[in-house]
């Protein structure tokens, strides 16, 4: 069993939809990551959180809209997006100390039509 | 910058083989090296790390030495199961803004054959 639970495991949405990933943690830390990952391939970073605060955006598009409500939450809303959108998008958070692991979920499959 | 090596996969063995996937790093400074695992249709899960110089990880029968003379994090196991088929990544943290990052390989598939 993950401590990083993802919402929805899957879900399938047209390029104009409106949708959005949640992810939720009670370990205490506080870094929260966004991932995406394509088949065969490593997780790809695209925002980290430090103390609810964004602190790397890894130069991702617009369309993806990262928000951290509080030190357990966070979210990615989604809008217009594209085929090439379509991966595993994963959450994970760690301790916001030098050199401490990340923890996973076990992520979103998304697929866009 | 930093960055990690991984062998090519697949690598593929017979239940109770000797395992060992390569990992090679480059980095700047000091930084905590990491081996994930992801089974089919998972995230990926914490094998095991090491957070400096000679250090040791160890997990479930895996083991992983932070050799700073040959900048490698080889990861052993002595009897793979058909439970152990996945994918390994090896990866390093990078701190950059005060918040780590992490840097992955490519990742090495595993196959166990019973």
């Known amino acids: 069993d993950t401590e990083v639970t993802q919402t929805p495991k899957h879900l399938v949405m047209g390029m104009t939809n409106k949708k959005s990933l949640k992810c939720e943690q009670h370990m205490g830390h506080r870094a929260m990551y966004w991932y995406k990952q394509k088949a065969k391939k490593p997780p790809e970073l695209m925002f980290v959180?430090?103390?609810?605060?964004?602190?790397i955006n890894e130069s991702v598009p617009s369309r993806f809209s990262p928000e951290c409500p509080n030190s357990s939450l966070l979210n990615l809303h989604l809008h217009a997006l594209q085929p090439e959108d379509s991966a595993l998008y994963l959450c994970?958070?760690?301790?916001?100390?030098?050199?401490?692991?990340?923890?996973f979920g076990d992520g979103t499959r998304l697929s866009i039509l | 910058g930093n960055s990690v090596t991984q062998m090519e996969g697949p690598v593929t063995l017979s239940e109770e083989a000797f395992l060992t996937i390569n990992c090679t790093y480059t980095a700047t400074g000091y930084p905590s090296l990491f081996w994930y695992v992801q089974y089919p249709g998972e995230g990926l899960q914490l094998l095991l790390k090491?957070?400096?110089?000679?250090d040791k990880g160890s997990n479930k029968g895996f083991e992983a030495t932070y050799r700073k003379e040959t900048t490698s994090f080889h990861l052993e196991k002595g009897s793979v199961q058909v439970s152990d088929s996945a994918v390994y990544f090896c990866?390093?943290?990078?701190?950059?803004?005060?918040?780590?990052?992490?840097?992955f390989g490519t990742g090495t598939r595993l196959q166990v054959f019973p």
């Open positions: 959180y430090s103390y609810e605060k964004l602190s």
């Open positions: 990866a390093l943290s990078d701190r950059a803004y005060n918040t780590d990052k992490l840097i």
């Open positions: 090491a957070t400096k110089a000679d």
């Open positions: 994970a958070s760690s301790q916001d100390r030098g050199g401490q692991p990340q923890h």
